[in-house]
């Protein structure tokens, strides 16, 4: 009832005249085809096996605490080494290494990209990544199937990424049960009013904005200031995109994040741990209850 009562406060008009959803267009429709089309391709022994590693996995570390943890923005920090805005960032990226960094610079958390074709990450980097470091891991993917949560939880992450345009509604809705029934944190992604109260109806305790249309790669940072303040606040809000140096981290924290998303200015930096150091410390402000 709680979360039914948020989602009539942000969106009144949800329940009247539903949106109806279209599949995504632009450069995230393109991936989320290629992403379709490599689940169809994993043998059905594969996923049995994928099965029985997630169910024997340890317990993870857990993402939602270290998000919630001190009074200050929580950082996560992105192992990326090209994307198809930036183009080539740090193509010669080691996971590992990379992760290490980001940990002793005081992230709180790691998002890992494993696409491969438009972002050069690989299943080997969140293997690689939770071998090196101690803190949880987010695995930032185009998931459209069971079978990518299952490799995550099997690969030691902690979080999956589940992106609100690239689903249909009823989709999102199972992949984020699925997601917390073998042991991962969904980390819900929206751009919209009606994409955030698709996110609280289905149960998100970490909901991400995006002030990046992945559909056309523009950057809106009107997204994040007017949609951050609407996120429960019973809920961890990430701002993610745009962000490069500590005045974004303050813009993020006036308009009332929890946490900030920080992946090609931290990849590309000279001293990534230093690059991390200089983002944290900045007060959470938090958002009236709604």
Not at 16 to 22: F, H, I, K, L, Q
Not at 102 to 112: D, E, F, N
Request: with cysteine.
């Amino acid at each position: 009832m709680q979360a039914e009562a948020h989602v009539n406060r942000i969106l009144p008009e949800v329940q009247e005249t539903p949106t109806t959803w279209t599949p995504p267009t632009g450069v995230l429709g393109r991936i989320v085809a290629e992403s379709t089309a490599r689940v169809r391709e994993i043998p059905d022994r594969r996923r049995a096996e994928l099965e029985g590693m997630a169910r024997a996995a340890s317990a993870p570390p857990d993402f939602l605490a270290a998000l919630r943890a001190g009074g200050s923005l929580a950082v996560i920090a992105e192992v990326k080494r090209r994307s198809p805005s930036k183009g080539e960032i740090n193509p010669a990226l080691s996971a590992g290494a990379q992760a290490k960094a980001y940990a002793s610079g005081g992230a709180a958390a790691i998002s890992v990209l494993t696409e491969p074709r438009h972002f050069g990450g690989s299943l080997d980097d969140l293997a690689e990544a939770r071998a090196s470091v101690a803190v949880p891991l987010l695995r930032k993917d185009f998931v459209v199937d069971r079978t990518q949560l299952l490799e995550a939880r099997a690969e030691g992450a902690s979080a999956a990424l589940l992106i609100a345009r690239a689903l249909e509604p009823a989709r999102l809705a199972d992949l984020a049960a699925e997601a917390r029934a073998i042991g991962l944190e969904p980390l819900v992604e929206v751009r919209s009013e009606e994409e955030l109260a698709r996110a609280v109806a289905c149960g998100a305790r970490v909901i991400g904005v995006n002030q990046r249309d992945l559909e056309t790669l523009a950057v809106d940072e009107s997204v994040a200031a007017r949609l951050l303040p609407l996120v429960p606040a019973d809920a961890v809000a990430v701002s993610e995109s745009g962000v490069r140096d500590r005045a974004g981290v303050e813009r993020a924290a006036a308009n009332g994040a929890d946490v900030v998303l920080v992946g090609s200015a931290l990849s590309a930096a000279a001293d990534p741990a230093a690059a991390v150091r200089a983002l944290t410390g900045v007060a959470r402000r938090g958002r009236r209850a709604r």
